[in-house]
């Protein structure tokens, strides 16, 4: 082959790629575009994220703080019930442990008044009998002399 005919050859083999590398050089730009325009909403997504993730996280922690007042209170409100329970309770255990002593008090004085009434009783009936014969049966009184 000659030189005049391969340079032709290679013109025309040059003029069918042109346009091909053209169009793949520019499917390359708008895809390296469009992969910017990703990279890019992604930055902002990733940003838009972040800032929310930060709100999100001081929005639980005022929560959790709140709440953590709030128990406070509760807690308090219930250490003072407790206390007010535990103020009855021992005057309770005060008003019962005075009570038993009183009981067994009372207890003692009735077994010493039921002891005196047995031995009022008792002299009673030692008196009755020293002086029984003073006093007659309905049958010895009518026929007593004295009557």
């Not at 128990?71 to 007010?84: F, Q, S």
């Not at 021992?90 to 009570?99: F, I």
């Amino acid at each position: 082959m000659d030189i005049a005919s391969e340079i032709q050859s290679l013109v025309s083999t040059i003029q069918t790629l042109e346009p091909s590398v053209a169009r793949w050089n520019t499917a390359r730009l708008v895809f390296v575009g469009a992969t910017a325009f990703v990279a890019a909403a992604l930055a902002v997504t990733s940003v838009v994220a972040a800032r929310r993730g930060s709100a999100l996280a001081q929005a639980q922690a005022e929560l959790n703080r709140l709440k953590d007042v709030r128990l406070t209170g509760i807690l308090a409100g219930k250490d003072v019930e407790i206390g007010r329970a535990n103020r009855s309770a021992s005057e309770a255990a005060e008003k019962a442990e005075s009570a038993r002593a009183q009981t067994v008090k009372l207890e003692i004085a009735a077994a010493a008044q039921r002891e005196r009434a047995a031995n009022a009783e008792k002299s009673l009936l030692e008196l009755q009998e020293k002086l029984a014969w003073r006093n007659p049966s309905p049958e010895q009184a009518g026929s007593s002399p004295y009557c």
